[in-house]
């Protein structure tokens, strides 16, 4: 069975900063790349980072830029959303999810593109108080 389960959300203050974690299982993590998503209330849903299964090259969305570091443990089949300098606009449930598609899973993330991915996870919420 595929399995995205994500943990490490929370409330934080606005300036904090919140680890998420993501652990795969049921697929062969090595062929996918896995993204990071979030879905604030009333707003659709905006990819914001992914990693390369390949070479773990990773990209980022403008709106957390510079803030937000992806990063996979290849050993446990987790990545890892390390997030700094949070604001209330980021506040979402957020999502892992993964794509045999590496390309198609860049798009989503950089170009704000609209589209599916091959698993999800379930989310964890995120709220940034101010």
């Known amino acids: 069975e595929v399995q995205l389960v994500e943990s490490g959300g929370g409330l934080v203050q606005a300036g904090g900063s919140l680890r998420l974690s993501c652990a795969a299982s049921?697929?062969?993590?090595?062929?996918?790349?896995i993204g990071w998503f979030r879905q604030a209330p009333g707003k659709e849903r905006e990819g914001i980072s992914c990693i390369s299964s390949i070479d773990n090259n990773t990209w980022y969305a403008d709106s957390v830029k510079g803030r937000f570091t992806i990063s996979s443990d290849n050993a446990k089949n987790t990545v890892y959303l390390q997030m700094n300098s949070l604001s209330p606009e980021d506040t979402a449930v957020y999502y892992c999810?993964?794509?045999?598609?590496?390309?198609?899973?860049?798009?989503?993330?950089?170009?704000?593109?609209?589209?599916?991915?091959?698993?999800w996870g379930k989310g964890t919420l995120v709220t940034v108080g101010s």
């Open positions: 999810a993964a794509d045999k598609d590496q390309v198609h899973t860049i798009m989503l993330v950089t170009t704000g593109r609209r589209g599916g991915m091959d698993y």
């Open positions: 049921g697929f062969t993590f090595d062929d996918y790349a």
